[in-house]
């Protein structure tokens, strides 16, 4: 009996002893410690730092600060999703090289978007998760309504072509990203409802099949793939961009950041599709200047990190 005795408390020790040596080891676990690295990718006129400015204005850091493995892609300012998809897919593969990861956690914005769900689609085995931030999943207004008032071939086009090539060039300039290719053109036509129409046709993982639904959250290909958006347009008096966030949303016949529609932004599973956020604030906007009764656009992908974490990604 004595013997029995001894062997209960030496088990319940050892129970204890596991118990709270697993409780150290969750709480030793980062906010934003994913199993597989974060890239992110940047949209349209997009960098990775631009004069010592992030794109991704202090989210690499809010995220690294907790135990992320942060890695921001640097591809063409202004090109074809494919051939941008291409170019994230070579660093999503030097990603790997240097981590030793299995797989990566996409997040793009705007048309970083549908350049991160290209490399999920062509290469599922390197991709854990796509998350599409303001994404233009289905084409954007904007981007119709220029390519509509811009006849090809016309002398305006040469000069909107140009206007784009210079701001391209200083983007290039100030980022260190001169030898990138650029093409604005493609770059439009792969943002119109009709280029993405085609582009969702070949890779079509995570699109709603509803005009305004959720697609699949774990699509055929084994990715798991989520969005969110915001839908205002004037948001801060103190950000000067607002006021072409307004003027472009006009453009618009539903709610919208100023750029994207909130319809054409869903993929896969829809976070939330209403922050009091532009096109802009999603990725921190103007040195951090957003709305002042929405949550901080940092503490979202704090948020979203921690997501990944408890889904094993």
């Known amino acids: 009996m004595k013997r029995l005795l001894i062997t209960f408390i030496l088990c319940i020790l050892s129970i204890s002893s596991y118990a709270s ?7 030793q676990k980062g906010y934003t410690e994913t199993k597989y690295p974060i ?3 940047h949209g349209l006129f997009g960098f990775d730092t631009l004069a010592g400015i992030d794109y991704f204005y202090g989210i690499p850091q809010a995220l690294s600060k907790s135990g992320a493995k942060v890695y921001v892609a640097q591809i063409s300012a202004t090109n074809s999703t494919e051939l941008r998809g291409e170019q994230l897919l070579a660093q999503v593969q030097n990603v790997l090289a240097i981590t030793g990861a299995e797989k990566v956690n996409l997040i793009g914005h705007s048309h970083g978007g549908p350049t991160a769900r290209y490399v999920a689609s062509v290469s599922p085995e390197l991709v854990a ?8 999943n289905k084409g954007s207004r904007i981007a119709d309504i220029a390519r509509g008032t811009i006849p090809e071939g016309s002398i305006s ?15 290039n300039l100030l980022s260190g990203g001169g030898d990138l290719p650029q093409d604005p053109l493609a770059s439009l036509a792969a943002l119109t409802t009709e280029g993405s129409l085609k582009f969702n046709q070949k890779y079509p993982e995570g699109v709603p099949l509803t005009e305004c639904g959720e697609g699949d959250y774990v699509a055929s290909n084994g990715v798991y793939y989520y969005s969110w958006t915001g839908t205002r347009n004037f948001t801060n008096a103190l950000d000067p961009t607002d006021a072409a966030m307004v003027v472009l949303g006009l453009a618009f016949d539903e709610p919208n950041d100023g750029l994207v529609g909130q319809c054409s932004t869903h993929l896969g599973k829809v976070i939330r599709n209403d922050y009091k956020m532009n ?9 951090g200047v957003t709305h002042l009764f929405e949550t901080a656009p940092t503490t ?14």
């Open 300 to 313: 979202l992908y704090r948020q979203h990190a921690n997501r990944l974490q408890l889904q094993g990604l």
């Open 157 to 171: 086009e040469g000069v909107a072509v140009k206007l784009a090539e210079g701001l391209v060039s200083l983007i």
């Open 279 to 287: 096109h802009l604030d999603e990725i921190n906007g103007l040195l």
């Open 21 to 27: 040596s697993s409780a150290t080891a969750a709480s």
């Open 39 to 41: 890239v992110l990718v």
């Open 129 to 136: 998760s796509v998350t599409s931030i303001g994404g233009v």
